[in-house]
């Protein structure tokens, strides 16, 4: 079977450097929407005289942020249609709440549920300042405004999405991402995906 599997959690808990990590093991199409989307939402914020690093604004959820998703789900359900197994780096919120979603990224690549093997891996930490510590550490103009507004930005590192998708529940996986991420943490993820 074909392996789908979405990296998700609130920024700063690590969900590109663990998809990276299991990516080492499992070949894939490795899709981050940050990646698929960001230098096309930059330039559209500075032509429209905005902060091209701006992603909490109204103007950029009301304007951008399908436009990155739909694209980064049409990469996927090209990658899906011939073969390849795919990782899908990003918060998802919206889509993991939609049922119909994941539903249609299957349909759409030609495939059957019984062909994609979806699975979710939600990533979080046990405490804010590590997530604060690294955002600090990644160092992208992009988390600036978070790093600047963190008492408006602050956002529980635990937190576990709406998962709406028709999805057996162990083929969902809370992963704490606190401390290092050994070979050990790294086997049990692949485990997961694998089984």
Sequence with gaps: MQKLVFY???????????????????????LDRDTVGGRFVERFLEMNNLDPNDRDSAFYKENLRDLEYDTTKDICIENLRVGQNVFMISPFTAELKNKEWIEEVIEASGKSKAEVDVKVVVVTLQDI???????????????TWKLENWDQYETRVDFVPTINWDIAQDDILVFDNSGELTEEK????VSFINR
């Design 186 to 189: 790294v086997a049990s993820l």
């Design 8 to 30: 998700v959690g609130v920024a700063g808990t690590g969900k590109t450097t663990v998809a990276e990590k299991v990516a080492a093991q499992i070949p894939c199409a490795f």
């Design 129 to 143: 300042e590590q997530q604060r510590e690294r955002i600090e550490e990644r160092g992208t103009v992009r988390d």
